[in-house]
């Protein structure tokens, strides 16, 4: 076969989130030919490799996909409360992410088709001012950025005699321009996520306005509920989730389908083999031991955190690439080491034990960052199908089609190569 269109080929690669190396390997040929392949340079390629390329492209970003309802991803992070509507059947338009990162991470694991209208911007301040500018949706997803309201957030600021909260210039605003944004659009619902600390900011003052913006001004009915991670991985991650609808519905927080019995534990996020490079070195290990033997000779509890298989961890941070403390992992005879960040992936639910099919481009530090401020993936699956029957209803009475997981499942894609 004469495959003749040099833009089909590297349309099929957009589509699939491959690099030319790993298209290179699953084809089974080498770099310079696939760079042939994208230039149209006369090469012949076999019919069968074009349509495994297809066949991988329309796996993880269908060309024809439904419709459903249509949802924005505000800072968005790499994506951990867009998989879980996209499973429910929606179509995300919008998605905003400062972090440039951030954004190789969340577009290599969420490929768009060519001819797609979906907009991906870095700073979503622009179009708060002009909200027009932000597609129509259905739903708004935000996790918007916590520093301000978080204990460590607070502490520092306090300490170097800085605002914090919604006296922040920096990032304090941000939660305004998700109110010009729902108050232009009036979205059927919204999701939003915070730390467990935003309702005790300020002496409650900070989540008062919060609520306040989104119930008294904006007219929604807001329910709110801090859900720990545990039942769902071995982390103990407490963050707090504001649902709101347009219109008042049954929604409750208590319906939350949350797993019982035995919680799982580290044993089953915990690769057999690691690379050596993962094991604290012996100057670090020395400085943190040192570290925790003069903060508990002063009666603090600051120090490092070791844990075998059998445990369930604390809360990933975004500072684990400094030095791994809060979660090191015991090993026989050695010093302990930091979790990989495949298996910070599975910590965080981004994928299931024993599979590695969330794509990791970055380096290490950048992935530790990502995952530790990301959200625990299970746990907003389980809201968004909390969630689900009311969408339904809401677009039935615009008398719209709620396309429903089996019509359109977008739960992740069996990795096409190792990864």
């Known amino acids: 076969m004469q495959f003749q269109d040099r833009g089909q080929f590297a349309e099929l690669m957009t589509r699939a989130g491959l690099g030319i190396g790993e298209v290179a390997k699953m084809l089974g040929v080498d770099a310079r030919t696939v ?22 492209a329309n796996r993880r970003c269908p060309a024809n996909r439904q419709e459903g309802f249509r949802f924005v991803d505000i800072f968005a992070g790499i994506g951990g409360l867009r998989r879980p509507f996209e499973e429910i059947g929606g179509r995300c338009v919008f998605t905003s992410e400062w972090d440039r990162f951030c954004k190789e991470t969340y577009t290599a694991n969420f490929p768009e088709p060519a001819d797609s209208d979906h907009e991906f911007v870095r700073d979503v301040r622009p179009y708060a001012d002009k909200p027009e500018s ?18 460590a957030g ?13 006296l922040c210039d920096t ?15 009036r979205p059927l619902a919204f999701l939003l996520e915070n730390v467990k600390n935003l309702e005790r900011h300020n002496g409650g003052r900070t989540f008062a306005t919060i609520m306040h913006v989104l119930e008294r001004e904006l007219g929604y009915s807001v329910k709110t509920r801090v859900v720990d991670s545990s039942p769902w991985v071995p982390q103990k991650r407490e963050r707090i989730f504001m649902v709101g609808f347009r219109e008042p519905m049954d929604f409750d927080f208590d319906d939350l389908a949350i797993p019982t019995g035995p919680k799982p534990t580290l044993r089953t996020i915990l690769d057999v083999a690691v690379e050596p490079k993962y094991t604290l070195s012996s100057h670090l290990w020395k400085y943190l031991q040192d570290y925790k033997k003069k903060h508990q ?11 075998g ?4 961890a604390r809360t990933l941070s975004a500072r684990y690439y400094k030095d791994g403390s809060e979660i090191l992992i015991r090993q026989a005879g050695k010093r302990p080491r930091r979790l990989t960040p495949r298996e910070c992936a599975r910590l965080m639910g981004f994928e299931k034990p024993g599979r590695a099919e969330f794509r990791i481009p970055v380096s290490d530090t950048q992935a530790y960052r990502q995952f530790g401020n ?13 969630m689900k029957p009311h969408l339904a209803e809401l677009l039935a009475g615009e008398e719209r089609e709620f396309v429903s997981a089996s019509q359109g499942e977008f739960l992740f894609p069996e990795p096409a190569i190792a990864v």
């Open 35 to 56: 760079r042939r392949y994208i230039n149209g340079e006369g090469k012949r390629i076999d019919r069968l490799k074009i349509e495994k390329l297809r066949e991988v």
């Open 134 to 151: 932000v597609p129509p949706h259905d739903v708004l997803l935000a996790g918007f950025p916590c520093q301000p309201f978080s204990i």
């Open 154 to 166: 607070v502490s520092k600021k306090n300490s170097l005699g800085k605002p914090h909260g919604f």
């Open 171 to 185: 990032q304090g605003t941000l939660f305004y321009d998700l109110a010009k944004i729902i108050g232009h659009h």
């Open 297 to 307: 000779s002063a009666g603090n509890g600051f120090g490092y955190s070791l844990f």
């Open 309 to 312: 298989p059998d445990d369930v």
């Open 374 to 386: 990301a959200v625990v993936v299970p746990v907003v699956r389980a809201v968004a199908q909390l």
